[in-house]
């Protein structure tokens, strides 16, 4: 009897479910960005720190994965390169602005990596969930993702450096290209 009970309702549930009509996920939209890939130096890019010395934020080849050019950070530590000023502590941040957006869900993504600590994909969509920030780590371009929440149509999303730092042996730097904004 409870067999014949499993097989009716096993059966049953089956066709109820072959019956609903499935509801299409639309596909994820990308938004398009003012020089992803670094490729015109810094055009499109704000950069705000109060760092005056000679590094710092820049579009370099070094720091390229595609194309010519990456977003480089680097900042000197007289342990790492004799003559060079101690500079970290380093704060700072690297965006863009992004308007005509459609309230919801967002995934900002770059191909980057890390030496040192204090350096992180960051994006801001709304005042109501802040600032959103994730680790960028040492393994060497890898793809970082984070998503965030866009309200009232503007975000800003990019890289923030807050107190980097290396070690005895380095000094703090990172590498970032091919820069992708999509809508979930």
């Not at 950069?47 to 590094?55: D, F, K, N, S």
């Not at 530590?77 to 502590?89: D, F, N, R, V």
């Not at 780590?137 to 993702?145: A, E, F, G, R, Y």
Request: with cysteine; net charge negative.
């Amino acid at each position: 009897m409870k067999f014949s009970f499993f097989l009716v309702f096993g059966f049953v549930t089956l066709l109820v479910i072959s019956c609903q009509k499935s509801v299409p996920v639309p596909p994820a939209t990308q938004i398009t960005l003012v020089n992803p890939g670094f490729e015109e130096k810094m055009t499109g890019w704000n950069i705000e720190t109060a760092y005056t010395g000679r590094y710092g934020f820049s579009s370099d080849t070094g720091a390229r994965i595609k194309g010519d050019y990456g977003l480089n950070f680097y900042a000197a530590q007289s342990t790492h390169w004799e003559g060079a000023p101690q500079e970290t502590p380093w704060n700072g941040k690297v965006y863009q602005t992004v308007s005509n957006l459609k309230d919801g869900t967002y995934t900002f993504s770059a191909d980057a990596d890390a030496v040192g600590s204090g350096m992180y994909l960051w994006a801001n969509g709304s005042s109501e969930q802040g600032d959103v920030k994730v680790l960028i780590s040492s393994d060497v371009n890898k793809k970082h993702t984070l998503e965030f929440m866009v309200k009232g149509g503007t975000a800003k999303i990019g890289f923030i450096c807050i107190d980097a730092g290396g070690g005895q042996q380095y000094a703090p730097y990172f590498h970032a290209d091919d820069i992708e904004l999509w809508k979930k």
